[in-house]
Every structure is written in structure tokens, then in C-alpha cells.
Nanobody, 121 residues
Framework: QLQASGGGLVQAGGSLRLSCLAS????????IGWFRQAPGKEREGVCISSSGGSTYYADSVKGRFTISRDNTKNVAYLQMMSLKPEDTAVYYC?????????????????WGQGTLVTVSS
């Protein structure tokens, strides 16, 4: 299973680092992704990381968020900086075997339970 943690309440402009710990299996998937779902909105892809080291970021977080993973520790991270109130959401990590980079939810086989990030103005 995947377990996301690190969420919390932060002021606008602040930073948080989310962690996604895998247990029962390794994180050696083709893609690891972070998604988020704000109240009343659909879940959206925030960023993804391939096993080859390539990354993709949604335009809304580009330059502010950084995804990384440490396969030796079975953990992935999402470093979030310069947070904005519109970043408020439940953040989920996911892992999958897709052969091409994608933020399609159906392409990910394993999901963490989500961690709430609240950014106050």
C-alpha cells in the first residue's frame, strides 16, 4: 500500500514536503504521480516521475513543486514551495505501470489515502 503524509496548514508563500511511503512492495514503478482534489473539483494530476528520471508538472505548479523518489527507501516526495490558497486540496500519491507519461487516473494501479494541504491567505 501507499501511505501519503506531510500535509497540514500553511500560510500562503510557505512550503511543505509530502511523503509517499510504499509498504508491501517497492516503488520501482514506471511512474509515480502526485494528484490533488480540491473541494467540489475533480482529481487532477500535479506531477509525475518516471523510473528513468523524467518528470512532468502541471502548469499551475511548475517552478514551485518538485517531485522526487528514493527507491532505496521506497518513498516518493513532493516538495511544495511558494504555496498559494488555490493549492488547497487533498493530495494523493499513486503508482503505476503505464508505458508513457500520463496523468490519467485510470493508468495508476495503487493509490495512497490522501493527505490534506490547506493554504491560508
Amino acid at each position: 500500500q501507499l501511505q501519503a503524509s506531510g500535509g497540514g496548514l500553511v500560510q500562503a508563500g510557505g512550503s511543505l514536503r509530502l511523503s509517499c511511503l510504499a509498504s508491501g512492495f517497492t516503488l520501482d514503478f514506471n511512474y509515480i504521480g502526485w494528484f490533488r482534489q480540491a473541494p467540489g473539483k475533480e482529481r487532477e494530476g500535479v506531477c509525475i516521475s518516471s523510473s528513468g528520471g523524467s518528470t512532468y508538472y502541471a502548469d499551475s505548479v511548475k517552478g514551485r513543486f518538485t517531485i522526487s523518489r528514493d527507491n532505496t527507501k521506497n518513498v516518493a516526495y513532493l516538495q511544495m514551495m511558494s504555496l498559494k490558497p488555490e493549492d488547497t486540496a487533498v493530495y494523493y500519491c499513486a503508482a503505476g505501470w503505464a508505458v508513457t507519461a500520463t496523468t490519467k487516473i485510470a493508468a495508476y494501479d495503487y493509490w495512497g489515502q490522501g493527505t490534506l494541504v490547506t493554504v491560508s491567505s
